[in-house]
């Protein structure tokens, strides 16, 4: 009897889902499907859904100037409330339509380690710029991620070479004391080895502050600070947890000026609401920040925003997150131009092939600058065995009403320090699942 | 006229006491099974069966767990999602340190230490009942949430606590496609479902209801509470955590904590209540609807906008997602408190009667 109802019931979602799937299939030729997984609900739509909104206005400005050689973007988007089991069910729903997804962008460090495991299967690539799990920059193992443009490890490397050259110098790191307040999740322990590693070096002491999620509750935690006095204090946030991070520093009198946020938490949703409270804080950039007078963004506006066409409140375009969603969007698109370089020329292309496309992004400051993208980042090139690309971060500094660039601000990771422990993690990773990490020779293929 | 017993006479003690005593029923059942395992695999899609179908199994072999505590023993609890978490790391550590550990052992052994631990987090209950017990073993929630982001061994010392398992198999049958896992899982619940029948058929399920119904009566006509409670607690706990086990290692074969959280706890408790306290098949309802429902509403909504010439944003369509989704809890606990079961069991009731009701 009780499986009576089962039985119904799969039969019936079998009959009403595969009737939709064919009408979404059913869509003509020569597009190019970028899913989109978007969080617009629940407690973290304020960063999210800025996010969401650059990533399709970038797709709906490149049919507007025409599409990646004649080749209109698709997209579709799907609800994933940040929850791993609905970012699951959307890839596998995205996965199939208009012919098949070119890449996926989880906007969620949980869901990329559940994605990690699907994408080879579906020979689908991951881009997770800026966040994702961090030995993935390593493309001989993690053949199908792209953390382009930087890792959380990248970050914490920058964190210790910001701190030194405030304190004049690495030298002077010794025996000074360093806290990270840290989402305690995935995401938030991502800093962590990189702070451990870089304390044995220098001689500092780290002290973590783990924070449960969603992060309203911190009073422990900055009774923590207030009793051990650490010299600076990094921010791992995300969301309401930032905003709730500077109020308690606030509220305890911690200097903002010796706090710095990682990319998840310098955005203007996480200060904006403290004002005047968070000036001084700083945080990393994915290169860039808030980008209200870069060339692609008017564009944006004039040949969007104007004619009513465009996602989102127009007064969010070039705000830090909106700037994170489009650039995350022109990587993918520029992965499948350069795929196309390959596989021809005006073509639909498949994952497999955007993902060679991927691994040999080339886009120097000149294409940039073309591109409308003067001033706000700096050249990536990717190759079969770095998916990262660039290793530069840029600080910026919340003056009490917006984000501005103080410099120097310009900063790079040290790849003599990461890279072993990319190395490292990656193989540990390719020994558990029994890979054969790829050689140089597999990949020109 | 067809759902009829009359004819069907019972010669012996054992064709009394079958768990179908009615043809018709046994007949159904035996066709619904074979329908999943042969009929299923070739009508629908890798969606379904990833996006669905295994969910759907594992969460309702999880509820089936918490019902036999919450429904048949009476025992509210809202430790279930961290049982489901012992289950999962317990059988990935004994998946990874134990070389050629086969499969099911370890998704098994993952359910037995859950059990060891919900009888530890059980022992409150013989002192407190009601809501206080829900908050003794909230407690186990935060517990091993806690254990499994602060203690780096049970996770094999991953950088993020975050942990992973491929290379499934079993005597040589790889689970690696959406079909061989949707029928390991349907294995898993045709079996458990089985178990828990006759389970509750049994001795055990009678001292466990006689608790739920009024334990100091129980205690008097000579039922252990220390006994009934405990053992409700251990199999729930085994079924919640071999349950949580599948989750991991099948459906996402890469999870970390928060895949355990205290959502999952109270949508378990919720499967349940809506589903049907004290009734096998009301975990199948439930888990249907806390499943499928989201999801089919999230994917019909757009569709039905579009037929009618309205455009719903995404965010809409999630919001109304949610306020669809709460008005029909509401709605089925106004009209039947018992749960969906009920709502069955009086289907058949009135089939049995039709077409002459008086």
Redesign the interface.
């Known amino acids: 009897m009780n499986l009576r109802k089962l039985a119904s019931m799969a039969s019936l979602s079998a009959i009403v889902l595969s009737s939709l799937a064919t009408l979404a299939v059913a869509a003509p030729a020569k597009e190019q499907f970028f899913p989109v997984l978007v969080t617009r609900t629940g407690p973290i739509a304020p960063n999210a859904t800025p996010w969401a909104n650059g990533y399709i206005d970038y797709l709906k400005l490149v049919n507007a100037k025409g599409g990646i050689n004649g080749v209109k973007t698709v997209f579709e988007e799907c609800e994933t409330g940040y929850a791993t089991d609905r970012i699951v069910e959307c890839y596998e729903r995205l996965k199939g339509m208009h012919g098949g997804a070119t890449v996926f962008q989880p906007l969620s460090t949980g869901g990329t380690f559940a994605l990690t495991e699907k994408a080879p299967v579906d020979k689908i690539p991951l881009i997770t710029a800026g966040y994702g799990r961090s030995e993935s920059q390593n493309g001989a193992v993690f053949t199908w991620n792209f953390p382009l443009l930087g890792t959380y490890w990248v970050g914490s490397e920058v964190a210790i070479q910001y701190i030194a050259k405030k304190l004049g110098g690495v030298g002077n790191l010794k025996g000074k004391k360093i806290a990270l307040v840290y989402h305690d999740s995935p995401y938030g322990k991502e800093a962590i080895p990189v702070l451990e590693e870089l304390s044995k070096k220098y001689g500092y002491e780290v002290q973590l502050l783990p924070v449960a999620a969603p992060g309203v509750e911190q009073k422990a935690t900055w009774l923590q600070i207030r009793q051990a006095r650490p010299d600076f204090v990094l921010l791992s946030g995300w969301g309401v947890m930032n905003l709730t991070a500077l109020r308690e520093a606030q509220a305890t009198g911690y200097p903002r000026d010796k706090m710095l946020g990682n990319w998840w938490s310098g955005a203007e949703p996480d200060v904006r609401d403290v004002g005047e409270g968070a000036k001084g804080y700083s945080a990393m950039t994915l290169q860039h920040g808030a980008e209200p007078n870069s060339k692609v963004v008017k564009e944006i506006l004039a040949t969007l925003h104007a004619k009513g066409l465009g996602t989102g409140p127009k007064e969010e375009v070039g705000d830090v997150l909106y700037m994170r969603g489009l650039i995350s969007s022109m990587l993918a698109v520029e992965g499948v131009r350069k795929a196309q370089e390959r596989y021809g020329k005006g073509k639909v292309m498949t994952g497999e092939q955007v993902r060679w496309g991927l691994e040999h992004l080339d886009l120097d400051q000149k294409t940039l600058d073309a591109m409308g993208f003067a001033g706000v980042m700096r050249p990536v090139q990717t190759s079969c065995l770095d998916h990262m690309g660039s290793s530069w971060v840029r600080i910026h500094t919340w003056n009490g009403k917006k984000w501005e660039f103080v410099s120097p601000d310009w900063y790079q990771a040290d790849a003599n320090t990461l890279r072993p422990m990319v190395m490292l993690a990656s193989g540990k990773y390719a020994e558990e699942k029994k890979l054969k990490p790829r050689t140089p020779e597999e990949c020109n293929k | 006229m067809l759902y009829r017993e009359n004819g069907q006479f019972k010669t012996s003690y054992a064709a009394d006491q079958q768990i179908?005593p009615i043809a018709q029923?046994r007949w159904?059942?035996i066709g619904?099974?074979l329908?999943?395992f042969i009929a299923?695999p070739l009508?629908?899609?890798?969606?379904?069966f990833?996006?669905?179908?295994i969910?759907?199994l594992i969460l309702?072999l999880a509820a089936l767990g918490v019902n036999i505590l919450v429904g048949y023993c009476g025992q509210i609890t809202l430790g279930a999602g961290a049982f489901m978490a012992v289950g999962a790391y317990a059988a990935y550590n004994f998946h990874?340190r134990i070389e050629g550990m086969p499969l099911l052992l370890s998704l098994l052994l993952g359910g037995f230490t859950a059990a060891i631990v919900g009888i530890f987090f059980g022992i409150p209950s013989l002192r407190v009942r009601g809501l206080y017990l829900a908050v003794a073993t909230l407690a186990a929630q935060f517990f091993t949430d806690w254990v499994f982001?602060r203690i780096p061994w049970f996770t094999d010392n991953s950088?993020?606590?975050?942990v992973?398992v491929?290379?499934l198999q079993v005597m040589g049958w790889q689970i690696n496609n959406p079909l061989n896992k949707y029928l390991f899982c349907l294995a898993f619940l045709?079996v458990f479902?089985l178990l828990a029948k006759n389970m509750t058929r049994s001795a055990i399920g009678r001292q466990w209801m006689a608790i739920r119904d009024m334990d100091v009566a129980a205690e008097v006509i000579g039922i252990r509470p220390l006994f009934a409670k405990l053992s409700a607690f251990a199999v729930s706990s085994f079924f919640i955590g071999t349950a949580g086990a599948l989750w991991g290692f099948v459906?996402?074969?890469?999870?970390?904590p928060?895949?355990f959280s205290v959502d999952r706890s109270f949508q378990l408790l919720f499967m349940v209540i809506i589903g049907g306290l004290g009734s096998?098949?009301g975990?199948?309802?439930g888990a249907?609807f806390i499943v499928?429902l989201p999801?089919?509403l999230?994917?019909?909504l757009p569709?039905l906008g579009d037929l009618v010439g309205v455009e719903i944003?995404?965010?809409g369509?999630?919001?109304a997602e949610?306020i669809i989704f709460g008005g029909l809890i509401i709605f089925f606990l106004i009209k039947e408190p018992h749960g969906i079961a009920r709502l069955?069991s009086t289907g058949k009731e009135k089939l049995r009667l039709w077409p002459f009701p008086h």
């Open positions: 179908f029923d159904a059942v619904i099974v329908f999943a299923v009508l629908v899609d890798e969606y379904l990833r996006a669905i179908l969910p759907f309702s990874i982001l950088l993020s606590g975050n992973s491929s290379n045709v479902a459906h996402l074969a890469s999870w970390e928060a895949a096998i098949m975990n199948f309802f249907a499928i999801i089919a999230n994917r019909l569709e944003s995404t965010a369509v999630s919001h949610l069955w």
